[in-house]
């Protein structure tokens, strides 16, 4: 039997392609299911007709379906989550602050887990960072002085700032690359991760 409603064979391909783009992994049956407002054995049957019009293939079972546009993208490409706006003391990789996924070539950013973090306000533009810019950061609990960091402060919020010691005050102080913004001074830190590189548009 032929299924041959092409607005849910549409459908079902968008769904799946989207959610390939924004996370690097393929749905289940039941979030297909779920999404399209079918039973799962409906779906499957559906998933089947598709195979057979070459609209996607499987490779051993539902997790191994890939689609012609899946086929299109480099399989060595890391997926990065881009992190929007920080909540207090919510974790910086919580699903409520990521925006959206971005696919790199790992080749450009060498060994590493990362993320890329939306910069928002003006505390960097002496770094080159302006607001709305992406900053690439490599997940580490440490730092050297003078590095740009991801730091976790005492009051809970997030600052991307520069890292370094003072002795004589026997504290941490962050930095701003903003000369009408004064140094931040703290007991202690959570250091997140380091920026890397810089994502931004070129400003005609």
Not at 10 to 18: A, C, G, S, T, V
Not at 73 to 96: Q, R, Y
């Given at each position: 039997?032929r ?9 079902i ?38 195979e ?7 490779n ?16 060595n490409?890391t997926?990065?989550?881009v ?21 790199i ?12 973090l ?19 950061i490599?997940?580490?609990s440490?730092?050297?002085?003078g ?23 026997r ?34």
């Amino acid at each position: 039997m032929r299924y041959k409603n092409e607005e849910i064979i549409k459908e079902i391909l968008e769904y799946i392609n989207n959610k390939y783009n924004s996370c690097g992994a393929v749905p289940s049956m039941q979030e297909i299911a779920d999404h399209v407002g079918m039973a799962k054995s409906s779906v499957s049957r559906y998933i089947s007709e598709m195979e057979s019009r070459k609209l996607l293939t499987k490779n051993g079972g539902y997790y191994g379906i890939e689609t012609m546009e899946m086929k299109r993208i480099p399989k060595n490409l890391t997926v990065m989550p881009v992190v929007g706006s920080i909540a207090c003391g919510t974790p910086i990789l919580a699903e409520e602050n990521i925006e959206t996924y971005y696919f790199i070539s790992p080749e450009f950013l060498g060994p590493g887990e990362f993320f890329i973090l939306r910069a928002k306000g003006e505390s960097m533009i002496n770094a080159g960072i302006n607001d709305g810019d992406l900053v690439i950061i490599r997940k580490q609990s440490t730092a050297d002085e003078g590095q740009i960091v991801v730091a976790l402060t005492e009051e809970g919020e997030c600052t991307l700032k520069k890292y370094y010691l003072d002795k004589r005050r026997r504290k941490i102080r962050l930095h701003p690359e903003n000369d009408e913004m004064k140094d931040m001074y703290f007991d202690t830190i959570q250091i997140q991760g380091v920026a890397v590189k810089i994502i931004q548009d070129i400003k005609l």
